[in-house]
């Protein structure tokens, strides 16, 4: 069998072994030939090999004949097997045939094949079709659809095989046939609205607004259709658009669906009330044709093109143009393919036939034919994708195989945004319609090499200058983008530097600046302003040369002039400012003896500063107006352009995207208030004290250097004033980050707090507020009747309190929708595991309100244990009846628990008793206790200490009730009587009234003890008295009586329930966020339709239980590591399941299925993320019910039209299918599983398991891209071709489960690609190719490792409301931003660091961005999107190779520059995982860093900094590019100053100087390098951290967590992420090398090995960790004779840190990094990693020098520029040899510069030594094996010799011999830093080899030098513990423990099985 399932494209055996174990769980996909694992090429049997899986277990004759027939199409389909795995599918396949023949044919019942088959076609035709077509009323419109295919397949099957026996076809099977073929045309698979005739009387095809958009699109009234058209029923204008235009069937039945559900769902918002008849509303029409077509009018209007869209003056005719004009849109977009990231590029295609399509109507004439014009192309299937969309696509294809993957620079090659601005200038009508094949666009560049090939060079040097080239902007690698863009802020900080330099040189105080000397001085900022903007012209033009062949002449024009000017001004400034001195200073002097010095004229500077500062008067006027500046920018005028043009050059996009004033305001204020802040910081505390120091240190003379100087006769010392100033500038351009993140921490928190987070959040505060609870929920999600406006401001947000908002006119309606909400979201906790059954008893609500009670039932937990102490205090209560009152009252909840026991006390007895004189006597006594509370006597008269026993008789009763057994009736009518009596005899104390009333109702006299005994007894006894048991038993009565023994039995107080943390923390931020400001909720069918879309690549579905249980080399599996990290949920889990162990789970196959889907929703899985999705579907179904529900429905309850629903589902006018269809019509969900195809072909088990998703939740679509083969029409080529489609699938819902039912998905649309689709970025393409399957107005996109909450998804509708609001009073948004909760943070304290930062950047970051900044650009994830407006402005993503790597951001950048309008909104949350491991965080972090440094090169960012005002450019700074640049900068800092130390101590000017206050004790210095090391040690993110958790957890929480992280070492993990961050930011910028690092998101438990560490962190932090530590080392040796330890300590204390954590943490985060058995293993391992050979196919992990290349690639693409730099940047490991040569007690006396020269010559003979050793080695080792060794020992002998001559003649010490190897070990890396940059010199020159050995030489020390701490601290067991405290949470280490025990026990059990 094994062999047969086996299939085609089976890779090695050990998966296939998987494969098998994992198919047989599938049900009746076991046994079966797999009718999925098909090849490519023979897609077509796939139907037949499915019906015969169908049909096999009821006659698996006809099984057999189904799979011969499909052996034969298949044969004739690929004859010759050239498919790939044909082969080997048709041997298995004949395999299985020849296996099955004989026991078939025994099996078989007729005579011959023929007969059986037609037998069987008629059984299943009356079967199947016939009974489901006569039960048409109720028909599941899945199951008919499927009927008449199968049938359709059997007949086809049935004609076979009649003619391989040649035998006829009955006349009655031919006619049944003719039927099923007409029905299987119509009734094709659909996705949410069937559109055939049958369907009408489905529940969303009621709808009148969907009657209405079917109606209206099928008017094709006036269509010039084309001759000899058949015509159809039901055409609409869409298929008269596919005959025109030549779109696909699939194409344009998806934008069917899409235009249908567009216009419904709009149109049904314009009219709350649904009783019109169909007639589409034109104010809805007009709706989405403005959002649809605003882009393609304003790009018209750009281009100054009059728009296509020609409507009619006929008001009839008006409502069909316009449906055609947006049918014909939609119909270019779903077949655009890549085309859809090139909005303008569609907008140009669109504006060509939509002018083809008006003149049709118009019924033009062609001036060329005479004939009606037709479409330029068109006509035949698919003619737009061949014609159209092909050739754009092919060029896109080209340019993307040009970039080598992102290798080559991304000057050489045009990306997307390239390609799409060629469409934004009027250049692109060249292109012509029909487009010239011939045109620029299409040509690719030539490259050079070709030109000398060819000999002729005239014609491909034309063909070069043919290539259009990068447009408007060219991505250079370059550190100078960072200036480019964000100039104005660099500028400002340049010039205030100046001025505070010169005001603290000169005066001191700021004051002085009014002095006229100084002020005179200050003035020559403008002169520093001029030289920097003829830096920036000059920039631009050098930056973007590369782009000139596309740049228009007056662009060009621009740069020159701009140069021009700003040169001009960089003279006149300098030399207008000589001239108004009198006694001018020496600049001044200079440049007058220049140009004559007779002449003083003060005024022509002013004069010249007022001209020069012209633009920016006027720039500052239009920023304190953005309206007119908005009126400029979006202005068309010639005259407003040509100002514009001076300003800014004309751009598409970037126009208009200024705020309204308030919130300019706003930002103004934060960053003035912040400015301030940072330049009096720098100026009193940095800059001010260092200028008295640096005048000493200028006039101090020093003549003793220590060293060859050779400038020593150069003024001022100015290499010390350089070393002293360096870092302090460099923090004083760091440090505005330091105070952003202070300011945006307070900021943060005050918004925070007015918007009501953190209100309730603890379980005790959730209880005090828990009465206005309900009304919050009927306020918030419960849809008004009358929409009245709330109240905002700030009065508002102070006083919100629902209780006395408005008293609720039905109060019985609003109690039902509180606990139909509340309950579902206690049941969804249930379902998930978080709490027990006995927490949800006492969570829940009743749901069937008892209406005899006449008050709010409260659930349970509130009002537990309140019964049992009122008891207590009832029976001490002595009589005093007031005092009881009091005390009872004063606690709300126990008055309630009271009145509502008393209540059901009452309502149960009178219920249970029947007998007349019974219910008499009950009555009476009840009536007595009434009276007695109302006049407040109850205590005086009765006694009350008999409570409690009556009380154990209540509860006995209740216990019988619950159980409800026949046999328990005695004991019942007894315990009646029992209560009786207590209640007479010691309660009322012998009433008189009462006891003579039973005494005569026991039939007797009234006079005392006369009546015998046994009449005594009658009372309850007799057998009508008492209704026991209880028949039939409601839901209400269990629920009732449960909640009762609850209220009754619960003695200790529920305080903690629910007591799992994640349980708690979401109830409570749910219930706060009822509180904060949120739209008011609108109806189901009112609320704006959305879908959700989530791209999967191959991530983990779901956990087999092969992952689950194989357990890490620590002996720890996943499931065991789940269980100890979330224990109370796993024995939640077994106490739901009805198991008590795991073992007994495994036995059956359902609990295993439950098992693997409890651990897949603890891990990052897609079964997580699509269960969290469709809580929006539930929740809409919920509110749905709520909004349509009649009275008596709501009282019933959503659970009882759920539980009926099974019932009555058929009858699709039943409120359960409404609400289904309302769903259906407001929300869809597609996961884009790009390789489903490929993974369900190859039997891959995550088909599998994505299969299930889509049969548990049947509303899931999965969209995936299908590679075909398929055979090549054209016969002049052979073989096969790949054809690629976009396939939508679902699998059916099922509702019958008889044995034919198989559950296997049915494909919905299948579009042909122009190509493969994935040419960028993987994420973007795979979005892409599914967006066109989404529906709605908002699109969210989710990713793979996100999760949501039912009680979260009942808040969406009200979110999507704001996209009604405008935020900022000028425009709609277009990203509503979510906070999101990160659920990773119990796994490890990595992950809690991670998620703490996380937490805080989507918070207090993002409420800040968002408002009052207005920088919130989408940071990926669970953002909403506006989705007409992106689908139409280029997708919800970029996608260009390497520079969009960080995709999101770029649709945030793209929106706001598109003037959309990104908001955030706070309440409202989804889960999101993050990665758990330092290695996982680390390649994450890197992978951020590298997108940060490609956007540093992005347009997008500069344009955001050109086209945002000053203060939005500063936010947008500092929350992007300038993060990452700031960490750079504050690395940079401890070299720069770590390099000046040495420059100072090597020089011996530290030692000359040592007296001056500026080298002793520098305050400004310290306090420069402290705030560095803030930065360093993460404190930017622990601020807005404490503030967040301090906000919603409470400040006391904030602190001790705060401590906590600090125990646990958080700054270790923030200094080294700083070392990643600054790494890849830094290497990005000089040489690319960005690529996406997948991190999988695993569970992290596993040891890394030191070779895994070394290979991921030796570059970005070994390397320099050693750097800075012989920077450290050197610094102290040389200084000490001269300075204090502590003075030394103090000011590099940070930086020891630094170096400890860059070179430690991987290994102090490793698990178990120190025990002793891993250390040796990974000794090894390392040993035989750095000695293994490279070459071709060894991969990096197997050995060093693989790894070496690899690690050096991003040098091969660096260009000259990185080259040249990376050079520059290793001449720094030749300063140590200058300047320690002279500090050796051999060269004390000399300070010549042949010392140097003779220190080189040693290291080129011990090189040289080397070399020869190993060219011997391989010459001699063989032959002359003595010789060589001769000569190696000689060498040895004179080696030793030469020291010891030293030491003795030249007084060498051992103290020299460190400082050589100081000296030299430096050297020789440098010289291989700079052989690696010039690699392909050293390889011509044949030194390749060499360097590698020395590379390799240099590698082992390294790892030694990190390898011995850690081994040696491996040697105590107590470090080990310590770690493993460290790194997880208490329960994961101690079961780590235990596991090891029973790991050892485990591994001796099993070598014993073994012998």
Not at 384 to 408: C, D, N, W
Not at 481 to 500: E, G, K, N, P, T
Not at 1920 to 1928: A, D, I, P
Request: hydrophobic share 45%; aromatic share 12%.
């Amino acid at each position: 069998m094994s062999a047969s399932r086996g299939g085609p494209d089976q890779g090695p055996s050990q998966p296939q072994q998987r494969r098998i174990m994992r198919t047989q769980t599938v049900g009746n996909l076991g046994e079966s030939f797999d009718s999925e694992v098909v090849p490519s090429s023979l897609v077509e049997i796939a139907p037949i090999l499915r019906v015969a899986n169908e049909v096999e277990s009821s006659n698996p004759r006809v099984a057999y004949l189904c799979r011969f027939y499909a052996f034969e199409k298949a044969h004739r389909l690929d004859p010759t097997s050239s498919g790939r795995g044909v082969r080997q599918f048709k041997t298995a396949l004949l395999q299985r045939l020849e296996r099955e023949h004989d026991p078939t044919l025994m099996g078989r019942v007729k005579k011959s094949d023929a007969r059986e088959m037609q037998s069987f076609y008629q059984h299943y035709y009356k079967k199947y079709i016939q009974a489901l077509q006569n039960a048409a009323d109720k028909a599941d419109r899945a199951q008919l659809t499927k009927a008449y295919q199968t049938a359709n397949v059997l007949f086809e099957v049935l004609k076979a095989v009649n003619l391989t026996q040649s035998i006829e076809v009955d006349r009655e099977i031919l006619e049944a046939q003719d039927k099923v073929a007409e029905k299987t045309q119509l009734y094709v698979h659909y996705n949410i609205l069937p559109l055939d005739p049958d369907s009408a009387n489905q529940a969303i095809m009621r709808y009148p607004e969907i009657q209405a958009a079917v109606v209206a699109l099928r008017n094709t009234r006036g269509l010039p259709w084309p001759e000899g058209h058949k015509k159809k029923k039901d055409e609409d204008m869409l298929d008269w658009l596919q005959e025109m235009f030549g779109f696909q069937k699939d194409n344009v039945a998806n934008q069917r669906e899409h235009l249908i559900l567009l216009l419904a769902n709009v149109h049904i918002r314009q009219f709350p009330k649904p009783d019109q008849q169909p007639k589409l509303d034109d104010q809805a029409l007009t709706d989405v044709m403005k959002k649809l077509f605003k882009n393609y009018k304003k790009w018209c209007k750009y281009l100054g093109r009059k728009s296509s869209l020609w409507l009619p003056t006929i008001q009839q005719e008006m409502q069909q143009r316009k449906l055609l004009y947006m049918a014909l849109y939609l119909l270019i977009w779903g077949e655009a393919a890549n085309l859809r990231f090139m909005p303008e590029c569609l907008c140009y295609i669109y504006h060509h036939m939509a002018f083809e399509l008006y003149g049709m109507l118009a019924g033009n004439v062609s001036p060329m034919t005479g004939e009606n014009v037709k479409p330029a192309y068109g006509g035949e299937e698919d003619a737009f994708l061949r014609k159209v969309v092909t050739p754009i696509y092919e060029v896109i294809a080209m340019e993307a195989q040009r970039s080598k993957k992102g290798k080559s620079k991304h000057s050489q090659w045009r990306n997307y945004d390239d390609l799409n601005e060629y469409f934004w200038s009027v250049d692109c009508f060249r292109l012509g319609w029909p487009m010239r094949a011939d045109a620029d666009f299409f040509y690719p560049p030539v490259d050079q090499p070709n030109i000398e090939k060819d000999g002729d060079n005239s014609k491909p040097a034309v063909a070069r200058d043919r290539w259009v080239g990068k447009v408007n902007f060219v991505e250079i690698r370059s550190f100078w983008h960072v200036f480019r863009s964000f100039d104005r802020m660099w500028s400002f900080y340049i010039l205030c530097l100046q001025a505070m330099i010169i005001m603290a040189w000169d005066g001191g105080e700021p004051s002085s600046v009014f002095g006229a000397s100084v002020f005179k001085k200050v003035l020559s900022v403008f002169i520093t302003a001029a030289i920097m903007k003829l830096g920036q012209a000059s920039l631009d033009v050098i930056l973007n040369f590369k782009a000139h062949r596309s740049m228009s002449l007056h662009v060009k024009l621009r740069y020159i002039l701009k140069v021009l000017s700003a040169a001009a001004w960089v003279i006149i400034l300098p030399v207008t400012y000589a001239y108004s001195w009198k006694d001018p200073p020496a600049f001044a002097r200079t440049i007058k003896s220049w140009f004559g010095s007779a002449m003083h004229s003060p005024s022509l500077f002013i004069i010249a500063v007022v001209f020069y500062l012209a633009p920016n008067m006027l720039a500052a006027v239009l920023f304190l107006f953005p309206l007119l500046r908005r009126f400029l920018e979006r202005s068309n005028y010639r005259i407003v352009m040509l100002m514009m043009w001076w300003s800014q050059p004309r751009l598409y996009v970037g126009r208009g995207m200024h705020e309204g004033a308030f919130s300019l305001l706003k930002y103004t204020m934060f960053w003035v208030l912040l400015i301030a802040t940072k330049l009096a910081f720098s100026y009193y505390i940095e800059i001010k004290p260092l200028v008295a120091p640096t005048q000493a240190i200028m006039r101090a003379r020093v003549t003793n250097f220590q060293w060859h100087e050779f400038f020593p006769r150069a003024k001022n010392n100015i290499g010390v004033v350089i070393a002293l100033w360096a870092p302090i500038i460099l923090v004083y351009f760091m440090d505005s980050q330091i105070w952003y993140a202070i300011f945006s921490t307070i900021f943060g928190g005050i918004y925070g707090a007015f918007r009501r987070l953190g209100e309730i959040r603890t379980l005790g505060m959730l209880r005090s507020r828990f009465e206005s609870l309900p009304g919050a929920f009927n306020d918030r999600l419960i849809p008004d009747g009358n929409n009245q406006q709330r109240k905002k401001g700030l009065r508002a947000t102070l006083s919100h309190n629902f209780t006395e908002d408005k008293v609720p006119v039905n109060k019985e309606k609003e109690a039902a929708r509180f606990a139909q909400l509340w309950n579902t979201i206690i049941s969804s906790f249930r379902e998930e595991d978080l709490i027990s059954d006995r927490e949800m008893d006492l969570l829940l609500v009743p749901y069937w309100a008892d209406r005899d009670l006449d008050l709010i039932q409260w659930p349970p937990f509130l009002l537990a244990s309140k019964i049992p102490i009122a008891l207590d205090m009832a029976k001490d209560s002595n009589g005093k009846d007031r005092e009881l009152m009091k005390r009872i009252e004063s606690d709300s909840y126990m008055k309630c628990a009271v009145r509502e026991c008393y209540a059901s006390f009452k309502n149960i007895i009178n219920f249970l008793v029947q007998g007349n004189r019974e219910k008499e006597v009950i009555e009476i006594i009840f009536s007595e206790v009434d009276k007695h509370i109302d006049t407040g006597a109850l205590i005086q008269e009765y006694r009350m200490s008999a409570l409690p026993s009556l009380y154990d008789h209540f509860v006995k009763l209740i216990k019988y009730l619950l159980d409800n057994n026949v046999d328990d009736r005695d004991h019942v009518v007894i315990l009646f009587q029992d209560m009786l009596e207590v209640v007479t005899r010691d309660i009322m104390m012998e009433d008189y009234n009462i006891s003579s009333l039973v005494d005569s109702s026991q039939g007797g006299a009234w006079h005392g003890g006369m009546v015998p005994l046994e009449q005594q007894y009658q009372l309850f006894a007799s057998s009508g008295a008492i209704r026991f048991p209880i028949e039939p038993v409601t839901e209400a009565w269990k629920e009732k009586i449960k909640r009762l023994h609850l209220l009754l039995t619960t003695k200790e107080s529920a305080m903690d329930v629910p007591s799992n943390l994640e349980a708690r923390r979401r109830i409570s931020f749910f219930s706060n966020s009822l509180f904060m400001d949120m739209p008011a909720a609108p109806k189901v069918r009112n609320m704006l339709s959305f879908s959700v879309l989530t791209p999967y690549y191959t991530e983990e579905v779901l956990f087999s239980m092969h992952d689950l249980d194989t357990p890490n080399e620590d002996g720890v599996s996943i499931l065991f590591y789940l269980q100890k990290i979330f224990p109370d949920e796993w024995n939640n889990f077994l106490e739901r399941v009805k198991c008590y162990s795991e073992e007994e789970i495994k036995e059956s196959v359902d609990l295993e299925e439950e098992l693997r889907l409890w651990a897949s929703y603890r891990g990052q899985t897609l079964t997580r993320t699509v269960r969290g999705m469709m809580y929006y579907r539930k929740a809409l179904e919920l509110q749905a019910f709520l909004d349509m529900a009649m009275h008596e429905d709501l009282m019933e309850g959503y659970k009882a039209v759920e539980l009926n629903s099974e019932n009555n589902s058929r009858g699709e006018r039943s409120l359960w299918a409404q609400c289904q269809a309302v769903a259906d019509m407001k929300f869809t969900y597609v996961v884009s599983c790009q390789q489903y195809g490929i993974h369900k072909r190859s039997g891959d088990p995550r088909a599998q398991d994505i299969l299930r998703l889509m049969t548990r939740y049947p509303s899931l679509r999965v969209a995936y891209i299908d590679e075909v083969e398929e055979t090549v029409k054209d016969t002049s080529k052979k073989g096969n071709q790949k054809v690629y489609y976009s396939v939508l699938v679902k699998v059916p819902k099922s509702t019958d489960h008889s044995s034919l039912a198989q559950n296997l998905d049915q494909v919905i649309y299948r579009i042909k690609l122009p190509g493969p689709a994935i040419l960028g970025e993987g994420k973007p393409e795979n979005q892409n190719h599914a967006i066109i399957f989404s529906r709605g107005e908002g699109l969210q996109t989710i990713d793979m490792n996100q999760d949501n909450y039912m009680e979260e998804a009942l808040k969406m509708r009200n979110l999507l409301q704001e996209f009604l609001t405008k935020h900022d009073g000028v425009r709609h948004p277009s990203i509503l931003g979510l906070r999101e909760h990160i659920f990773t943070g119990s796994v490890s304290s990595l992950a809690w660091f991670m998620s703490n930062q996380e937490t805080s950047f989507v918070t207090i970051g993002q409420r800040l961005l968002a408002n009052p900044l207005r920088v919130r650009f989408h940071y990926g994830h669970p953002d909403v999107f506006d989705r007409l407006f992106h689908l139409t402005r280029g997708g919800v993503s970029k996608a260009s190779k390497v520079i969009n790597l960080s995709e999101d951001i770029f649709a945030g950048f793209n929106s706001t520059l598109r003037e959309g309008n990104v908001t955030h909104h706070e309440y409202i949350q989804v889960g999101k995982g993050r990665d758990v491991g330092l290695n996982q965080i680390s390649m994450f972090e890197a992978k951020i860093a590298n997108g940060n440094g490609e956007q540093t090169l992005s347009r997008d960012i500069y344009r955001l900094g050109h086209r945002f005002d000053f203060f939005r450019m500063m936010s947008c700074y500092f929350t992007t590019v300038g993060f990452y640049f700031s960490t750079l900068i504050t690395v940079l800092t401890v070299y720069i100053f770590l390099y000046g130390r040495l420059y100072l101590v090597l020089s011996g000017l530290e030692q000359g100087l040592n007296t001056q206050k500026g080298i002793r004790d520098n305050t400004p210095l310290q306090i420069a390098l402290a705030s560095q090391s803030f930065v360093q040690i993460g404190f930017l993110m622990a601020l807005p951290m404490l503030m967040e958790i301090g906000l919603e957890r409470g400040f006391r929480t904030a602190l001790s967590e705060f401590v906590l992280m600090q125990l646990q070492l958080a700054p270790v993990f923030f200094t080294f992420s700083l070392g990643t961050k600054t790494h890849y930011y830094g290497r990005t910028l000089l040489h690319g090398g960005a690529k996406y690092r997948s991190t999988g998101r695993g569970f992290v438990v596993f040891h890394a090995k030191f070779a895994d560490n070394y290979r991921l962190y030796s570059r970005s932090h070994f390397v320099k960790g050693l750097e800075m530590m012989l920077l450290l080392v050197v610094y102290q040796i040389f200084g000490s004779s001269y300075r204090g330890v502590l003075a030394y300590l103090l000011i590099t204390i940070s930086m020891w840190f630094m170096v400890g954590t860059w070179l430690f943490a991987p290994f102090l985060f490793n698990p178990s990094g120190f025990e002793w058995q891993k250390i040796v293993d990974d000794w090894t391992d390392w040993n035989k990693w750095i000695n293994n050979i490279g070459g071709i196919g060894v991969p990096a992990e197997k050995s060093w020098e693989s790894w070496w290349e690899e690690e050096q690639e991003h040098l091969r693409h660096s260009g000259k520029r990185g080259i040249v730099v990376e050079i520059l940047l290793s001449l720094r490991f030749f300063i140590y040899q200058y300047g320690l040569v002279y500090h050796l007690t051999i060269t004390e006396r000399t300070k010549n510069f042949l010392v140097y020269g003779v220190s080189w010559l040693v290291i080129f003979l011990i090189l040289f030594v080397m070399k020869t050793i190993s060219v011997g080695r391989r010459k001699f080792s063989a032959s002359f094996q003595l010789m060589f060794r001769l000569i190696k020992g000689l060498i040895f002998m004179t080696f030793i010799a030469i020291i010891v001559i030293l030491i003795t003649l030249a007084h060498m010490t051992i103290q020299d011999i460190i400082v050589c190897i100081l000296a030299f070990m430096p050297t020789g890396w440098g010289m291989l830093l700079i052989a690696q940059a010039c690699k392909p010199v050293v390889h011509r020159a044949g030194f390749w080899g060499s360097v590698r050995t020395l590379a390799r030489g240099y590698e082992i020390v390294m790892g030694l030098l990190l390898f011995t701490p850690v081994a040696f601290l491996a040697w105590f067991p107590f470090v080990s513990e310590f770690q493993t405290r460290m790194l997880f949470n208490q329960a994961f280490s101690r079961g780590l423990q235990i596991s090891r025990i029973l790991g050892g026990h485990r591994k001796d059990r099993s070598s014993r099985n073994k012998e």
